[in-house]
Nanobody, 117 residues
Framework: QVQLVESGGGLVQTGGSLRLSCAAS????????MNWYRQAPGKQREWVAS???????NYADSVKGRFTISRDNAKNTLYLQMGDLKPTDTSVYYC???????????WGQGTQVTVSS
Protein backbone atom coordinates (compact mmCIF):
# COMPACT_ATOMS: atom_id res chain seq x y z
CA GLN A 1 0.00 0.00 0.00
CA VAL A 2 1.44 3.31 -1.12
CA GLN A 3 1.52 6.09 1.42
CA LEU A 4 2.84 9.61 1.04
CA VAL A 5 2.49 11.53 4.29
CA GLU A 6 3.22 15.25 4.33
CA SER A 7 4.07 17.21 7.44
CA GLY A 8 5.55 20.55 8.43
CA GLY A 9 2.81 22.90 7.32
CA GLY A 10 1.51 25.69 9.49
CA LEU A 11 1.01 29.40 9.93
CA VAL A 12 3.94 31.71 9.27
CA GLN A 13 4.38 35.45 8.76
CA THR A 14 5.44 37.03 5.49
CA GLY A 15 9.15 36.57 5.00
CA GLY A 16 9.28 33.51 7.19
CA SER A 17 10.38 29.96 6.46
CA LEU A 18 8.98 26.46 6.69
CA ARG A 19 10.23 23.02 5.80
CA LEU A 20 7.79 20.46 4.49
CA SER A 21 8.48 16.75 4.61
CA CYS A 22 6.92 13.84 2.76
CA ALA A 23 7.51 10.36 4.12
CA ALA A 24 7.02 7.67 1.49
CA SER A 25 6.22 4.01 1.98
CA UNK A 26 5.02 1.25 -0.28
CA UNK A 27 7.05 2.52 -3.25
CA UNK A 28 10.62 2.06 -4.40
CA UNK A 29 11.55 5.61 -3.56
CA UNK A 30 14.79 5.64 -5.51
CA UNK A 31 13.08 5.08 -8.88
CA UNK A 32 10.46 7.75 -8.40
CA UNK A 33 10.58 11.32 -9.59
CA MET A 34 9.17 13.35 -6.72
CA ASN A 35 7.20 16.56 -6.96
CA TRP A 36 5.54 19.16 -4.81
CA TYR A 37 2.26 20.67 -5.97
CA ARG A 38 0.04 23.21 -4.29
CA GLN A 39 -3.57 24.30 -4.47
CA ALA A 40 -4.94 27.58 -3.19
CA PRO A 41 -8.66 28.02 -2.44
CA GLY A 42 -10.63 28.40 -5.64
CA LYS A 43 -7.62 27.74 -7.84
CA GLN A 44 -6.31 24.80 -9.81
CA ARG A 45 -3.56 22.65 -8.41
CA GLU A 46 -0.18 23.85 -9.67
CA TRP A 47 3.22 22.27 -9.86
CA VAL A 48 5.85 23.78 -7.56
CA ALA A 49 9.05 21.77 -7.86
CA SER A 50 10.44 18.40 -8.87
CA UNK A 51 13.48 16.27 -8.17
CA UNK A 52 14.37 13.33 -10.35
CA UNK A 53 15.62 9.99 -9.13
CA UNK A 54 19.06 11.26 -10.14
CA UNK A 55 18.71 14.46 -8.12
CA UNK A 56 18.00 16.93 -10.91
CA UNK A 57 15.75 19.72 -9.66
CA ASN A 58 13.33 22.08 -11.36
CA TYR A 59 11.17 24.87 -10.00
CA ALA A 60 8.19 26.93 -10.99
CA ASP A 61 9.17 30.52 -11.71
CA SER A 62 7.02 31.70 -8.81
CA VAL A 63 9.21 29.92 -6.25
CA LYS A 64 12.62 29.87 -7.92
CA GLY A 65 15.27 31.23 -5.61
CA ARG A 66 13.02 30.92 -2.54
CA PHE A 67 12.23 27.20 -2.33
CA THR A 68 14.58 24.22 -2.35
CA ILE A 69 13.47 20.66 -3.04
CA SER A 70 15.59 17.78 -1.80
CA ARG A 71 15.34 14.09 -1.08
CA ASP A 72 16.91 11.63 1.35
CA ASN A 73 16.78 8.24 -0.31
CA ALA A 74 18.01 6.50 2.83
CA LYS A 75 14.97 7.82 4.71
CA ASN A 76 12.48 7.62 1.81
CA THR A 77 11.70 11.26 2.48
CA LEU A 78 11.15 14.29 0.28
CA TYR A 79 11.61 17.85 1.54
CA LEU A 80 10.65 21.34 0.51
CA GLN A 81 12.51 24.14 2.22
CA MET A 82 10.49 27.32 1.76
CA GLY A 83 11.92 30.74 2.43
CA ASP A 84 10.87 34.38 2.01
CA LEU A 85 7.27 33.21 2.14
CA LYS A 86 4.54 35.43 0.73
CA PRO A 87 0.78 35.45 1.27
CA THR A 88 0.46 34.15 -2.31
CA ASP A 89 2.23 30.96 -1.17
CA THR A 90 -0.77 30.13 1.01
CA SER A 91 -2.01 26.76 -0.24
CA VAL A 92 -2.39 23.12 0.54
CA TYR A 93 0.91 21.50 -0.46
CA TYR A 94 0.85 17.99 -1.90
CA CYS A 95 3.57 15.41 -2.34
CA UNK A 96 3.50 13.53 -5.65
CA UNK A 97 5.48 10.50 -6.78
CA UNK A 98 5.84 9.16 -10.31
CA UNK A 99 7.54 5.85 -10.97
CA UNK A 100 10.15 6.39 -13.68
CA UNK A 101 9.39 3.02 -15.32
CA UNK A 102 5.68 2.32 -14.85
CA UNK A 103 4.59 5.99 -14.72
CA UNK A 104 2.31 5.08 -11.82
CA UNK A 105 1.61 8.16 -9.72
CA UNK A 106 0.72 8.62 -6.10
CA TRP A 107 -0.46 11.61 -4.08
CA GLY A 108 -0.26 12.55 -0.46
CA GLN A 109 -3.14 14.00 1.48
CA GLY A 110 -1.67 17.49 1.66
CA THR A 111 -0.49 19.87 4.34
CA GLN A 112 -1.77 23.42 4.82
CA VAL A 113 0.61 26.35 4.61
CA THR A 114 -0.76 29.75 5.54
CA VAL A 115 1.30 32.91 5.20
CA SER A 116 -0.05 35.94 7.01
CA SER A 117 0.61 39.49 5.86
Amino acid sequence: QVQLVESGGGLVQTGGSLRLSCAASGIIFTINTMNWYRQAPGKQREWVASISSGGVTNYADSVKGRFTISRDNAKNTLYLQMGDLKPTDTSVYYCHARNDYTRVISWGQGTQVTVSS
